[in-house]
């Protein structure tokens, strides 16, 4: 067992009289990938919403690395080292590499930007991922793939420190070799030490790359269980409700 | 080819290999103010050869001149394009600042510098409005700078009176556009040209090994400074020749070049190495992006009207100078022609994609139709036609080398 990075406890959320998660309890353990699955609708990105700040729980408390903290607004979950990288990746297509993984926080040298610097960091945090599909990291965002371009969203999250890295459905969109980088890199990032949560509609992904999976049903927590003792046949049943928690609440 | 680090930076490899990779970007539909710049040369080649006078120096002088106005204002409508916005009024902008001008230094006899720098805050209120309407209400700056358009041509109205023309008194700024440099100051101006790209170059180098960065050849560095030089002392030569048809010398670098010259590499440089200049890239590729990397994407909105209404001033009275009053008409068409100009030098309309050096290139292109089919005496009609071809072509590649590289189409 790795160390508890983030533990949530009986959170809530509703929207008007739809109760989206009913008490939720989740946990993601350092240098772990855990994987969070679940049906359409069944409260998944609701879930991370709460956890990146932008759209706080309506109850229940959040501990990160032992100390009950606050997540209300995404500068609070940033502070924390809690990184997002969006299903859409959020990249500017006319920047290249370097530029990209610094946007909104850029070094500087004498009040002047500091590529040579930055340019250096990009460099050693694609490396401290084994990248090599990427050519350049003067390279413009345009000239590159679908899976480059998650690699380089994720390699953001690295330099900024992230301590726990959370990827919306990261292979949703990839081709069979994209898939396999991207499930490679998300692996190292967990080699490194971070937590990382992966969220997946793809079991065969969830089996390669997850360390622990957790089963949201309905907006309740109905499993929660290590990769390795588990079957496939049984995550489905949880997700489809066919199969019902024992002890999870 | 074996790197020391396994991902490159761009600047390993011989020349050779830079070359390629420079080669591979052109096909990759990022060819810069490389159209343009072949247009340059075959609409020279053209020119020079239906019409005797083309090459003259004293054309050549004419050229830099006429086309300076369109710059400036070329300039001034990057920064809005840059945010995939526009400014419909940046002429009318400019006429007004200078109608301001015209009421505090003519009609109230303050002193004109002051005047002047109250007619650039009139270009930086202007700017300020527009900005504010387009970034914190969300209305379209198509349809706030249309209005504006139509709105400024009343002010100058109310200010200089129905028809109303005042000649530029003032000899400082009538020198402008009508006087030359001695020949000595054409030849400090370049040598700082060629010192500061030098010592910038260099600095630049510096860094990046002291950062533990790989170079490019050296060689490219010279080659770059020298191209600048070359190129600079040519003009700069033909220039310090008399120009004059009678009995007085017509001689030096236009004084219009050097200020010119100024806004471009100041621009240049807030562009390339400032955050603001940064976040102005950053917002115009990918608003959304930019926001959630904690961009004020308002305030940047905000600042590039203010800066393009400002430079818009600045392009009202090179106008001015030229023709030496101020009119309430003035900058009714010129808007077109600086959008054209920037467009035709590799500027996008769809945003993020451009820069200064490249509407000073389009500027040159689009005053080069104009000044050599005058001279071989087609009609103005010709001169519309071709303009307005010219600028579609360009908006073509502009559509077609954003395909090229891979962003998709709504
Ligand atoms: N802002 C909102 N207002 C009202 N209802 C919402 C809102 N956001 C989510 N919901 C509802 O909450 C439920 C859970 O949504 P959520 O997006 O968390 O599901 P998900 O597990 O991420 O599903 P998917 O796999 O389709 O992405 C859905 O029924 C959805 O309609
Ligand atoms: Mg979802």
């Known amino acids: 067992m790795g160390t508890t990075l983030v533990e949530l406890s009986n959170v809530t959320k509703s929207f008007g009289p739809v109760d989206v998660l009913k008490g ?3 946990k993601v353990e350092e240098g772990k990938v855990t994987a969070l699955v679940g049906d359409n609708g069944a409260g998944k990105s609701t879930l991370i919403k709460g956890l990146s700040g932008v759209q706080p729980y309506d109850g229940g408390t959040v501990s990160f690395a032992g100390q009950e903290v606050s997540l209300r607004t995404p500068r609070q979950a940033s502070s924390l080292g809690i990184e997002v990288v969006y299903q859409d990746l959020a990249l500017c297509e006319n920047l290249d590499i370097v530029q990209n993984m610094f946007l909104g926080r850029e070094e500087k040298h004498l009040t002047l930007l500091d590529e040579a610097s930055m340019e250096f960091a990009a460099q050693k945090a694609l490396q401290s991922l084994s990248v090599r599909t990427v050519k350049s990291v003067r390279q413009k965002v345009s000239s590159l793939s679908g899976g480059q371009r998650q690699t380089v969203a994720i390699a953001r999250s690295v330099l900024r420190n992230a301590k726990l890295v959370i990827l919306d459905e990261p292979t949703a969109a990839l ?26 509609h793809n079991l065969a992904d969830v089996f390669e790359v997850a360390d622990r999976i957790s089963v949201l049903y309905l907006g309740q927590m109905v499993a929660h269980v290590d990769a390795k003792k588990t079957t496939r046949d049984e995550v489905v049943a949880y997700i489809t409700g066919s199969k019902t928690p024992e002890g999870v609440a | 080819m074996t790197y020391t680090t396994p991902i490159a930076t761009g600047h390993e490899g011989s020349v050779r290999d830079q070359f390629r990779a420079y080669l591979q970007r052109l ?28 090459l003259t120096t004293g054309n050549l002088a004419n050229l830099f001149v006429q086309a300076s106005a369109l710059m400036v204002i070329a300039f001034a409508l990057v920064f809005v394009l840059l945010l995939a916005e526009i400014d419909l009024s940046a002429g009318v902008t400019g006429g007004s600042g200078m109608a301001v001008f015209q009421v505090l230094n003519g009609n109230l006899g303050w002193n004109w510098i002051v005047s002047l720098i109250l007619a650039l805050g009139m270009g930086a209120f202007i ?3 527009i900005g504010f309407f387009v970034s914190r209400i969300g209305v379209p700056s198509f349809v706030v700078t249309l209005g504006l358009f139509i709105a400024l041509q009343g002010f100058m109205l109310l200010l200089l009176g129905d028809g109303g ?8 700024l009538k020198s402008i556009m009508n006087n030359n440099m001695p020949i000595w100051a054409g030849w400090v101006m370049l040598a700082i040209a060629v010192f500061g790209s030098l010592s910038l170059s260099l600095a630049d180098r510096r860094r990046r090994t002291k950062v533990g960065l790989p170079t490019r050849p050296f060689i490219m560095l010279l080659l770059k400074v020298g191209t600048i030089a070359v190129i600079g002392a040519v003009i700069v030569g033909l220039l310090s020749v008399n120009r004059g048809q009678g009995l007085l010398a017509v001689e030096g670098v236009p004084i219009v070049i050097p200020i010119v010259l100024l806004i471009l590499v100041v621009g240049t440089f807030v562009l390339d190495r400032t955050l603001f200049g940064r976040y102005i890239y950053a917002v115009g590729g990918n608003p959304e992006a930019a926001r959630r990397a904690g961009i004020k994407v308002a305030q940047i909105r905000l600042y590039a009207f203010i800066i393009c209404s400002s430079l818009a001033v600045v392009s009202g009275l090179l106008q001015a100078s030229r023709i030496g009053s101020i009119e309430s008409t003035a ?11 920037a467009v035709v030098g590799g500027v996008s309309l769809f945003g993020g994609r451009g820069r200064l050096a490249y509407a000073a290139i389009g500027a040159l292109v689009i005053a080069m139709i104009d000044n050599g089919l005058g001279l071989i005496g087609f009609p103005a009609a010709a001169t519309f036609l071709i303009t307005g071809g010219v600028l579609v072509a360009a908006a073509t590649v502009d559509a077609l080398s954003r395909r090229r590289s891979g962003v998709a189409l709504t």
């Open chain 1, 175 to 200: 081709g069979v070799a994209q898939t396999e980088q991207v499930l490679n890199l998300v692996r190292r990032l967990a080699d490194n030490g971070i937590a990382v949560v992966i969220i997946s």
């Open chain 2, 127 to 129: 700017g300020a409005f």
């Open chain 1, 24 to 26: 939720v309890n989740f």
């Open chain 2, 165 to 172: 023309i005042f000649r530029l008194v003032q000899p400082e």
């Open chain 2, 27 to 54: 096909r990759g539909g990022e060819m810069g103010a490389l159209p343009a710049m072949l247009a340059l040369v075959v609409l020279g080649i053209l020119f020079s050869s239906l019409s005797p006078y083309f």
């Open chain 2, 331 to 341: 900058g009714r068409e010129i808007v077109l022609s600086g959008v054209a100009a």
